[in-house]
């Protein structure tokens, strides 16, 4: 095993076997994990305020709550007004960025609106706030007119990077075509934003080999940030009658962390955040992603009317949490696990950085 974690470059089997990992081996991948990212790092954690900007969606992936067939949900955009006083919290809270996630869309009101809150939020902060934007499959003019409105950071899972297993989660329609969601990782990066990938953990039908390959699809396009999460079924949504097929939530949470470890491992540099997912999952489950190896919180800051309504999956952590309760409830559990969050700082990812130096 330590011969493994010492590879200057892991492998397909190396990366298996790493995952597969259990007992003393699982608690070695962890130690090797966390004293990798402390050395590249430090302990340092780094904050996003999420607004979950719109629950409206144009898409029927068959793991999520809002797709456009659950009639259950009662849709919303938050208002211009609403997303500004978020971002006067996150200035007060001394959140360095935000995060814009939002269900799929492409009608004209939603891109300009998004585009006038980006400039909104520059504005309002002086440039302080960073933004990282997660809306979904754009043409390459929209991904454009928002970076120069101010985001400068993308986040758009892969969700699995092997074709077949996509498509068991994905109606195979243009809607949903693998090709593109791969085409728009690539115009992401093209276009120069640092732009981050991820993919869900314990889904039917998926393998070590299958998490396997997702790791090595994030090292091969050298993506500067990844989300990892568990998956979640949700009630409302066709994966619900498949959820005796899929490992037990302490697997699922445990897979997770093994794929965050490994990462690191693979690479050492680039932001690594810890789904809401891994805390929805298990009440320490952020505290442990950060100590496999995780760098980055996304705090909740939607306005409280919304929040019932953005369940991508059931019981999600901290809907009922103040912004103010977050950040005490955060800061202390990071000192707990000797972390230390950086107020008012982007928190770029130093893979990113570095690799933008080098081009200069
Ligand atoms: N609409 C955008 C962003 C919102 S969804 C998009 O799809 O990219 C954000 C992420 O939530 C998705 O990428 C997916 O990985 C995750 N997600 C959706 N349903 C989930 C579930 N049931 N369990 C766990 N994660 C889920
Ligand atoms: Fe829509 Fe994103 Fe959910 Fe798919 S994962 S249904 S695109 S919100």
């Known amino acids: 095993m330590d011969d493994v974690l010492r590879k200057p470059r892991l492998e397909r089997p190396d990366i298996v076997r790493l995952l597969g990992a259990q007992g003393d081996e699982l608690q070695a991948l962890l130690d090797y994990a966390l004293a990798t990212k402390l050395k590249h790092l430090d302990n340092n954690v780094h904050l996003r305020g999420l607004v979950e900007y719109s ?3 144009r898409k029927s992936c068959m793991y999520c709550g809002l797709r456009k067939q659950n009639s259950k949900v009662v849709r919303y955009t938050v208002s211009d007004e609403e997303v500004l006083q978020c971002a ?13 996630q939002s269900g799929e869309r492409t009608d004209c009101e939603f891109v300009d609106g998004v585009e006038r809150v980006l400039r909104a939020i520059k504005r309002l902060s002086d440039g302080k706030l960073g933004i990282t934007l997660s809306c979904g499959e754009q043409t390459e003019e929209v991904y454009r007119r928002w970076f120069d409105a101010g985001a400068h950071r993308y986040l758009l899972r892969i969700e699995s990077s092997t ?5 068991s989660i994905h109606p195979d329609t243009p809607e949903h075509s693998f090709e593109r969601r791969l085409e728009c990782i690539d115009t992401l990066l093209g276009i120069g934003y640092q732009t981050g990938t991820g993919v869900m953990v314990g889904l039917p039908g998926q393998t070590l080999e299958h998490l396997a390959d997702d790791l090595l ?13 568990p998956f979640i079924p949700h009630p409302d949504t066709p994966l619900w009658a498949l959820r005796d097929q899929i490992p037990s939530k302490e697997e699922r949470i445990k897979l997770t962390l093994k794929m965050i470890a490994t990462l690191r491992i693979m690479m050492p540099e680039i932001n690594m955040v810890s789904a809401t997912a891994n805390q929805t999952l298990d009440a320490f489950g952020r505290e442990k992603a950060v100590m496999a190896g ?9 306005p409280q009317r919304y929040r019932e309504e953005y369940l991508i999956y059931p019981d999600k952590a ?3 949490d103040r912004p103010e309760e977050c950040f005490h409830c955060l800061d202390m559990r ?7 969050i ?12 570095k690799r933008q130096q080098g081009k200069g």
């Open 342 to 353: 950086l107020y008012n700082e982007w928190g770029d990812s130093v893979a990113f950085i």
């Open 217 to 229: 699809f994030f090292r091969s396009k050298d993506v500067a940030m990844v989300g990892l999460g």
């Open 55 to 57: 629950n409206k969606c």
């Open 318 to 320: 901290c809907v009922g």
């Open 88 to 100: 006067r919290t996150a200035l007060e809270l001394g959140y360095g960025s935000m995060a814009i």
């Open 334 to 340: 990071m000192k707990v696990v000797n972390h230390n």
């Open 294 to 302: 995780a760098n980055v919180i996304m705090p909740n800051l939607t």
């Open 163 to 167: 074709r077949e297993l996509y498509y």
